[in-house]
């Protein structure tokens, strides 16, 4: 079983930055893509960001220049800096690995970010 496990949230003004941690615990040989996605209240879950296991990345449009994916293999570890913050992008953000054919989810993180 593999878990990720989501750090880094909080409020913050706008303007301000954040960094999101996923650390992917469990028996993992290799981890294929690790994503980023966020969801808010009354809306469906978006992905926000992703990164293959060669470091392609590929962000949604909304964040691109602001939000910067990176991974790190040995640590089984995702990062997300967030830049440039918006009241706009208060949600949950949830880290979601793909590993032996299998989808993991954590349980999300909430970022608040305050006008």
């Known amino acids: 079983q593999v878990q990720p496990v989501e750090s880094g949230g909080g409020l913050v003004q706008a303007g301000g930055s954040l960094r999101l941690t996923c650390v992917a615990s469990g028996s993992i040989s290799s981890i294929n893509n690790m994503n980023w996605f966020r969801q808010a209240p009354g809306n469906v879950r978006e992905l926000v960001a992703s990164i293959s296991s060669s470091g392609s990345t590929d962000y949604a449009d909304s964040v691109k220049g602001r939000f910067t994916i990176s991974r790190d293999n040995a640590k089984n570890t995702v990062y997300l800096q967030m830049n440039s913050l918006k009241p706009e992008d208060t949600a949950v953000y949830y880290c979601?690995?793909?590993?032996?054919?299998?989808?993991?989810w954590g349980q999300g993180t909430q970022v608040t970010v305050s006008s």
């Open positions: 979601r690995c793909i590993t032996g054919g299998k989808v993991y």
